[in-house]
């Protein structure tokens, strides 16, 4: 499929950079140890973060206004697993993927199942999608789905549901993730009382259906396509519905979901607090769900999510196991390019959190020295620690480089002859 996946390609793409990242990281190493730091330590732990891959994450995006294909993009989801392979061969912080149905819906689930373990991944959570009509349903969605005030509605997009986990369950995953766009778009539209009603009703079906070691991913949105209401718009109604459903369904936070210069942290705290958190979708956002690249608008943000989330670990709390995914729309990179950098960006401030001295930072905040305890934080964000994730991709076989030897490899020439271009641009939202 491409030398990306060969062995020898990937040493000789390292060999001239082996030295270089030994001496970083020996560098780094001593600076560690005058704070009593094992980098050795600190490198196991980034080499056991994980994320998942969106199927959806590997083709181009776009917006409401247009689509700009690029060259060899994948078609179903055997060609999305190629594409997500390549990306966990050169990070080896990638190995599950998230599905979408009924986008990626096969005939032979077990044969997709074959393939990506063929391929050396697994699967994530599944995501149902009833936000967007498809060619051959009964019943629109234009005016909602889980929440439709049509009964034959929302029986569809509860079976659809329940198919999904039929799905997921051939698939290995142990979790269905809901998301759904409804609400309203003028005042008096809708009835918000009784479309959570609604709601909750639908819910409550698919979560009966749960196989017992399941979970069931409740994610909320601020806003769009419903601008003015949105029925599971905030994280607090998420996480009453997921209180209301039971100990199986818990409260998943998209970076990107929120008003502007809202407090993720804390409600990232919160959630863990009461033993809801289910987990995130990371990408970053500078004036709504922008869906941009980890990390390439406010890291800063990105490592304080980190750092309550370590805090837990750390902390041992109660049913903390969250679930990562990259959920991005790259509408002018390489997809491939903009899931590699996202992945290290994340995998970055995993590590930095690792770094902050915890029994100092508790000592600050109960003698309430804001500064100190603001500058603890700081110190561990403003530490470079790109040689222990290059060292983590070094010794699990990926790269030290994951951008230089896909460009290098130049897959994306490769792999276009096989997977033509329609030709077209498209509009909307993919």
Not at 5 to 10: S, T, V
Not at 100 to 120: I, K, N, Y
Not at 156 to 164: E, G, M, R
Request: proline residues 4%; contains cysteine.
């Amino acid at each position: 499929m491409s030398n990306l996946l060969d062995l020898n390609f990937i040493e000789d793409c390292n060999k001239q950079l082996k030295q270089e990242i030994h001496q970083d990281y020996q560098a780094l190493g001593e600076k560690l140890a005058r704070n009593n730091i094992d980098i050795e330590d600190v490198l196991k732990q980034a080499q056991s973060f994980s994320i998942a891959v969106p199927s959806w994450g590997v083709g181009t995006g776009g917006t409401r206004f247009a689509r700009f294909p690029g060259i060899g993009e994948p078609r179903n989801i055997f060609e999305k697993l190629e594409d997500c392979a390549v990306i966990n061969r050169l990070v080896t912080c990638t190995p599950t993927v998230s599905p979408h149905f009924p986008w990626d819906v096969v005939d032979d689930m077990s044969a997709l199942r074959e393939q990506a373990d063929t391929l050396g991944l697994k699967f994530d959570a599944v995501n149902s999608n009833t936000f967007q009509d498809q060619a051959d349903q009964q019943h629109s969605y234009k005016y909602g789905s889980l929440t439709h005030t049509d009964t034959a509605t929302r029986e569809q997009a509860i079976k659809h549901n329940l198919d999904c986990i039929e799905y997921g369950k051939a698939l290995g995953s142990k979790a269905l993730t809901v998301w759904v766009g409804d609400g309203s778009n003028h005042p008096g539209q809708q009835h918000f009382s009784r479309a959570l009603e609604r709601y909750l009703d639908s819910t409550r079906v698919i979560y009966n259906a749960l196989p017992d070691d399941w979970q069931m991913f409740i994610e909320h949105k601020m806003f769009e396509p419903a601008f003015y209401s949105t029925v599971i718009q905030d994280w607090g109604t998420n996480v009453l519905c997921a209180m209301e459903l039971g100990d199986k369904a818990k409260s998943l936070v998209d970076l990107g979901h929120h008003a502007p210069n809202v407090n993720i942290e804390m409600i990232v705290s919160r959630l863990i607090q009461f033993k809801k958190l289910a987990g995130f979708h990371f990408n970053d956002s500078k004036y709504g769900d922008d869906d941009l690249d980890s990390g390439s608008i406010n890291p800063y943000q990105q490592f304080l999510i980190f750092n309550e989330l370590v805090d837990a670990e750390y902390r041992a709390a109660e049913g903390f196991d969250p679930a990562y995914m990259l959920d991005q729309s790259h509408n002018v990179t390489d997809p491939i390019e903009s899931l590699m950098n996202s992945a290290e960006s994340v995998q970055r401030s995993f590590v930095q959190a690792k770094l902050v001295d915890r029994e100092a930072l508790y000592g600050y905040q109960e003698s309430n020295d804001a500064l100190m305890a603001s500058n603890t934080l700081k110190a561990a964000f403003h530490l470079d620690v790109s040689p222990i994730l290059a060292m983590a991709r070094l010794r699990t076989g990926g790269a030290i480089n994951p951008l230089q030897a896909y460009r290098r490899s130049r897959y994306r020439e490769q792999i276009a002859s096989k997977r033509p271009s329609s030709g077209h641009t498209g509009s909307g939202i993919v």
